[in-house]
């Protein structure tokens, strides 16, 4: 080989080489793109299960409000710690929905790190830890929800009655009422109750709906108080500083320390009318159910319809009768 040929094939190698180096480069790229499609369908597919454990957290925990509930009305005894064991509930509910991640490969938790009031009576808070893994991906988010005890696909119903009345006879359920019987009565005069008599067969709300009639003085809005009869037929709750909370209801408590909710107890309608200074425990059920030393106090008859046979009463005292508009006395 003469000198010349050297030079072509040393020529030649140097007209080669940005190709190789263009080919690794080119190898190199679609290696890391394949990694970065990866990882991007990764951390979307994370997303995608992360919003799903949000989204089923909310109806699971729904379903331990209304499950505890009915274990409670079932029963007739209260939970000792109701944010505790509800928590303690959820949690193993949702271990059992996030378990069937690891099938893709996936590590899915989801921690309930707190059930507790929320600043609406109406709703009870949860705060949980989801954490999504996959591959080197790790997605953590921390939430806080409120679950509400009214809007929802079924009913949640009131622990607090079967609490208080169920040892004390038969409580039945008409509708979406529940008919105490003589069982409101017995329990009033177990507690050395005046006028037990008057709540003899006495009614009030299944489950818990929270009332429209708002601001609440329009209850007495009308001569003929039909929307303090409406309210009391579709057995409505109203806000209540001084009636107690769900999470307490399930632990028996009639009053609370916390921002709660109250309802109407009506007495039988009768066939004939009293004189209309009869007097009986006032209607609110955190009076009636409060049994905390000298809780239930009297209140002043209210008669608020008469279908031309039976008397329609409740029992208001004038605080509660300012509140909800109607005439003090
Ligand atoms: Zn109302
Ligand atoms: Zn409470």
């Not at 509930?69 to 109701?82: D, R």
């Not at 009422?177 to 177990?190: C, D, M």
């Amino acid at each position: 080989m003469d000198n010349k040929g050297y030079v072509m094939s040393i020529f030649s190698f140097l007209l080669i080489l940005p190709v190789f180096i263009l080919l690794i480069v080119m190898v190199d790229v679609v290696g890391q793109e394949n990694e970065i499609q990866q990882s991007t369908l990764n951390s979307h597919e994370i997303l995608v299960v992360s919003q799903d454990v949000e989204v089923n957290s909310l109806i699971i925990g729904r379903e331990v409000l209304r499950d505890e509930s009915l274990k409670v009305i079932n029963s007739g005894h209260p939970l000792s710690n109701s944010r505790k064991e509800i928590k303690d509930e959820f949690q193993q509910r949702m271990d059992l929905f996030c378990s069937r991640y690891p099938a893709n490969g996936m590590e899915v938790k989801c921690e309930i790190l707190r059930v507790d009031n929320s600043y609406d009576p109406f709703s009870v808070e949860f705060k949980s830890k989801i954490t999504v893994e996959k591959g080197a991906l790790k997605h953590k988010l921390n939430m806080s929800h409120n679950i509400s005890l009214t809007n929802g696909s079924y009913p949640i119903y009131d622990p607090l009655p079967s609490v208080k009345c169920k040892t004390h006879g038969n409580m039945t359920i008409g509708g979406d009422r529940i008919v105490y019987g003589s069982s409101l009565a017995k329990y009033l005069e177990s507690r050395g109750v005046k006028n037990f008599k008057a709540y003899e067969n006495a009614t009030s709300p299944l489950s818990i709906k929270k009332c429209p009639y708002d601001p609440y003085i329009l209850h007495g809005n009308s001569k003929d108080l039909v929307n303090l009869k409406n309210c009391i037929e579709n057995g409505f709750y109203h806000e209540s500083s001084d009636g107690s909370c769900f999470l307490c209801r399930l632990e028996g408590k009639g009053v609370c320390s916390h921002y709660g909710m109250e309802t109407f107890i009506i007495p039988a309608p009768s066939l004939s009318l009293s004189n209309n200074s009869s007097k009986a425990p006032s209607s609110s059920d955190h009076v009636i159910f409060n049994d905390t030393g000298d809780g239930t106090y009297s209140g002043q008859e209210i008669l608020y319809f008469f279908d031309g046979k039976e008397y329609f009463k409740l029992y208001l005292d004038n605080s509660h009768r300012s509140k909800y508009g109607l005439p003090v006395c």
